[in-house]
């Protein structure tokens, strides 16, 4: 199983980011996928996951009402929709997918996607 995660960029405090994440190898219908990040000097952190058929969601604090997920198992990709960014979001995004469902710091994920650097300038 390949994940990749794409998307990222630079963007100024305000905006918009549209993360993707797309699997090879595997469908992913049958995993949940969750968004992590980390930025520089800081621990990885859980961001939001998504069941595998879609109807369970989780957001951490940080990003409730701004960041939402979403998943189109029919082509294998998951979106992660990032509104009112903040400097404070500027990461490096990864996404992973589990069989059963996200841990917190995405520890004991099964497959784990290369990163996507989100900048955001103030």
């Known amino acids: 199983v390949q994940l990749q995660a794409s998307g990222g960029g630079l963007v100024q405090a305000g905006g918009s980011l549209r993360l993707s994440c797309a699997a090879s190898?595997?469908?992913?219908?049958?995993?949940?996928i969750g968004w992590f990040r980390q930025a520089t000097g800081k621990e990885r952190e859980g961001v939001s996951c998504?069941?595998?058929?879609?109807?369970?969601?989780y957001y951490a604090d940080s990003v409730k009402g701004r960041f939402t997920i979403s998943r189109d198992n029919a082509t294998s990709t998951v979106y992660l929709q990032m509104n009112s960014l903040k400097p404070e979001d500027t990461a490096a995004y990864y996404c992973?997918?589990?069989?059963?469902?996200?841990?917190?710091?995405?520890?004991?994920?099964?497959?784990w996607g290369e990163g996507t650097q989100v900048t955001v300038s103030s």
């Open positions: 992973a997918a589990d069989s059963l469902w996200c841990t917190t710091s995405g520890v004991g994920m099964d497959y």
């Open positions: 190898g595997v469908t992913l219908d049958s995993y949940a």
């Open positions: 998504i069941s595998s058929s879609g109807g369970s969601t």
